[in-house]
């Protein structure tokens, strides 16, 4: 018997398992894996949401956004306009268009640089809270299945209806030609 004990104890070790232990070197065990990975999934969450909170915007802060709305529309609105007066006042038009004209090319493209970097910068911006948008609601994914689940044991644990309670179920019986609602009542009973 002690022969016997030595040899499983050898195998086996001492309240740990030899081979388990030898083969989790080349192995992953996959049980303490999941594990890691659910923690390392929960960190990460936590510090998106963390990066991400949603914070009480200043007076401040709220004046730059409403600033910032500005240009496009004023871009847009002047463009039409600027349509508008060549229509109604052409010889006006025509002598702001003369003025223009002058203006030289580097400064042409200085505002070219000044447009693109504000519109690159405005939809970086935009970008950014699109991606903080996507982290809250990721955040609120474990809450959403809970509350999909406990639905569903609720839906499940709900009983049928007898034939004799159809009447106060008006829906199944208030559109006789409605096809999707009939085999909708075939699938409840």
């Known amino acids: 018997m002690g022969l016997i004990d030595r040899l499983f104890g050898l195998v086996f070790g001492g309240g ?27 960190d990460a969450l936590a ?6 909170a949603v914070h009480q915007r200043g007076l401040f802060d709220r004046f730059m956004d409403a600033l910032n709305r500005i240009p496009r529309p004023a871009m847009a609105i002047g463009a039409l306009g600027l349509f508008a007066s060549a229509m109604t006042d ?11 004209a002058l203006v030289p090319e580097p400064l042409w493209w200085l505002l070219g640089a000044i447009v693109s ?3 690159g910068a405005r939809h970086q911006l935009k970008n950014q809270q699109f991606q903080k948008q996507i982290a809250a609601s990721l955040a609120y994914t474990p809450t959403v299945l809970q509350n999909i ?5 609720m839906t499940d644990a709900a009983p049928a209806l007898p034939k004799s309670d159809q009447a106060r179920h008006p ?3 208030a559109y006789p030609n409605n096809a999707a609602l009939r085999d909708w009542a075939k699938i409840r009973d």
């Open 171 to 173: 829906m199944r019986t």
């Open 149 to 153: 689940k406990a639905l569903d044991a």
């Open 47 to 52: 510090q998106f949401a963390g990066e991400f």
């Open 90 to 100: 052409p010889i006006w038009f025509a002598s702001r268009m003369q003025g223009i």
């Open 16 to 42: 740990n398992n030899l081979i388990r232990d030898t083969a989790e070197v080349f192995v992953e065990n996959a049980e303490k894996g999941a594990a890691r990975e659910a923690v390392m999934r929960g």
């Open 117 to 119: 970097f504000y519109f």
